[in-house]
């Protein structure tokens, strides 16, 4: 369960690397740069503790995905690839009080409504048409923008990291590139791994979470998974660049030029933290705008209201983020930025940050598996801030490239293969399917458990799906 490559100075380690993994795990990160690429991240300055690989890391941009590197928020680095691309890629749960035996007569009536209603795939427009002046207010005040606007409702802020807004976001840290790309996809799912999943409950491991969350056996769940669209991976782009022509100011040495990394407290960290929280502010409104549409779809194929149906928002996290958190680090409490590239949040009870309902149990985590398997609810637990840095997996994790599953499976394959699981599935494009096969991802059953017997973040409940829509 837990591997340890202690500090290398010849390799210029400063920290050790610790692996989260079964055997099986552990040997599919053999085979490509996951190991090294963490490796690496463990030579940066500031660097804290020890450089994290989680069960479903694999290999990523500079940092491994499926890492957590926390540095020294006065002496250490921030580094736009030890957030990602995909800033704030995050996952949201709709609960219902239909069970899979009202779903199931009218399910590619649903599928297909939710499919017709949500825009999906690469470069897919939103339905909003956003000027200027309104994508700065997007930018700077994230899902409260949307429930404003009629996308919600204030219940549904209470229930996302951070409210859904991040403090000390600055559009005007944005590129007008990055403005181009973000301002018509508000409100779209994208493509690649981005997904709307009706699944049903399968099973419930924790009684009291759930109840709490409201979730119920049999019960039907919504999954949404989706993040800052084209807009987060520019502000990306553009941080990456210019912190590779900061390494010779700052005098930084790297192991490999994907780390581009720039002090914490300089001003191009200032000024990329600035605009990455725009980009978390920006996924925030786009999920809370899908999450509005999914509830009209249910309403028009039921005939009932979002009420009735009991549609509410369980909660939302986020990957790809880093933020200044405190925790101990040789026994003494310490201001860090945590990196959490491919990582979810899992703090246990009685933090501040978790929403008051969920303050007494824990901050829910959501890891989704393939759209053939399950995806589970987990519990954060104190283990996770001695282990992992309040964090725990974000998802299966690919097993196979995109190319590979391309070459390896037909769409008609797929589609059989989740009809004879009762799964029906809606996508743009084949690729769309093919590069999602369940087969081209690690099995989320075992990243579930290594969390669950560490005790970073225990079981809740399983969810498996019954309907897919894929960009």
């Not at 490796?39 to 503790?49: A, K, R, Y």
Request: net charge neutral; proline share 4%; hydrophobic share 35%.
């Amino acid at each position: 369960m837990v591997y340890r490559i202690e500090p290398d100075k010849s390799r210029g380690m400063r920290v050790p690397v610790t692996i989260y993994a079964d055997e099986k795990l552990l040997a599919k990160m053999m085979t490509d740069r996951t190991i090294s690429q963490a490796i690496n991240v463990s030579t940066l300055p500031g660097i804290q503790s020890h450089v994290i690989v989680l069960p479903d890391g694999h290999e990523g941009y500079g940092f491994p995905v499926g890492g957590v590197a926390a540095m020294d928020a006065e002496e250490g680095m921030i580094s736009p690839g030890g957030v990602g691309y995909d800033i704030n890629c995050g996952v949201r749960l709709l609960r219902t009080n239909l069970t899979e035996q009202d779903v199931r007569p009218r399910l590619k009536d649903l599928v297909t409504d939710l499919f017709n209603s949500i825009p999906s795939g690469v470069g897919s427009k939103g339905a909003v048409r956003l000027n200027n002046s309104q994508l700065d207010e997007v930018l700077v005040r994230g899902v409260n923008w949307a429930i404003d606007n009629g996308y919600g409702s204030e219940n549904d802020a209470e229930v996302c990291e951070e409210n859904g807004q991040i403090k000390n976001a600055n559009p005007n840290k944005v590129s007008d590139r990055a403005r181009k790309r973000g301002m018509p996809q508000l409100g779209s799912l994208g493509s690649g791994n981005h997904f709307l999943e009706v699944q049903k409950v399968a099973e419930i491991h924790d009684e009291v979470a759930a109840k709490k969350m409201g979730i119920e056996k049999d019960s039907v769940t919504i999954l949404i998974h989706c993040g800052s669209r084209g807009f987060g991976h520019q502000v990306c782009s553009d941080y990456l660049r210019i912190s590779e022509q900061a390494q010779k100011k700052y005098n930084i040495t790297l192991a490999d030029r994907e780390l581009a990394c720039v002090p914490n407290t300089s001003e191009e960290g200032e000024s990329y933290r600035a605009a990455m929280f725009a980009a978390l502010n920006f996924a925030w409104s786009n999920r809370q705008m899908i999450t509005h549409w999914t509830r009209k779809s249910f309403e028009r194929v039921f005939k009932q209201s979002e009420s009735d149906l009991d549609m509410k928002l369980v909660y939302d996290v986020a990957h790809n983020i880093a933020k200044v958190e405190k925790h101990k680090i040789d026994g003494q409490l310490k201001s860090v930025v945590v990196h959490r590239k491919g990582a979810t949040r899992a703090f246990p009870a009685n933090r501040e940050e978790i929403p008051r309902n969920y303050r007494d149990i824990g901050q829910p985590v959501f890891i989704p598996g393939s759209m053939g398997t399950s995806s589970w609810i987990l519990l954060g637990q104190q283990n996770s801030m001695d282990l992992s840095f309040g964090s725990t997996a974000h998802g299966a994790g690919r097993m196979m490239s995109r190319s590979k599953a391309r070459r390896d499976y037909t769409e008609e394959q797929v589609k059989k293969s989740l009809a004879d699981k009762g799964i029906f599935i809606k996508s743009l494009t084949r690729d769309g399917v093919v590069e999602e096969a369940p087969q081209a991802y690690k099995d989320v059953d075992a990243v579930v458990n290594v969390s669950h017997e560490l005790g970073i973040a225990t079981k809740v409940a399983k969810l498996v799906p019954i309907g897919v829509i894929k960009g």
